[in-house]
């Protein structure tokens, strides 16, 4: 089993910053990818970004250009910077995590194994 936790959501107003993190815990979660989703009210579990051990990752095109995503192996964390946000970004943002190396495992929600619990963001206009 792989944990997640997620810390870092919170309000902010259009165009400002936020960072949220991840941390996993568990057999296998240093070696494994990780990622995020998000879901907005009334809306379906959207990819927002996955990262493989190496570092290679890939953002949705709905955000690119504003978040990035980053992994720390030492710390088994990673990071999604958030910019130039905007009110369509509220939603509950979830981390993920495969026991593969391949960021390519977290491209569909319904193939995803381990789930955190969530942490909401909300941009207000």
């Known amino acids: 089993q792989v944990h997640v936790v997620e810390t870092g959501g919170g309000l902010v107003q259009a165009g400002d910053s936020l960072s949220l993190a991840c941390a996993a815990s568990?057999?296998?979660?240093?070696?494994?990818?990780m990622g995020w989703f998000r879901q907005a009210p009334g809306k379906e579990r959207e990819f927002v970004a996955a990262i493989s051990p190496s570092g290679v990752n890939m953002v949705a095109d709905s955000v690119k250009g504003r978040f990035t995503i980053a992994r720390d192996n030492a710390k088994n964390t990673i990071y999604l910077q958030m910019s130039s946000m905007e009110p369509e970004d509220t939603a509950v943002y979830y981390c993920?995590?495969?026991?593969?190396?391949?960021?390519?495992?977290?491209?569909?929600?319904?193939?995803?194994?381990?789930w955190g619990q969530g942490t909401q963001v909300t941009v207000s206009s």
């Open positions: 568990g057999r296998t979660s240093s070696s494994g990818a």
């Open positions: 993920v995590a495969d026991r593969s190396r391949f960021y390519t495992a977290l491209l569909q929600p319904e193939t995803v194994p381990f």
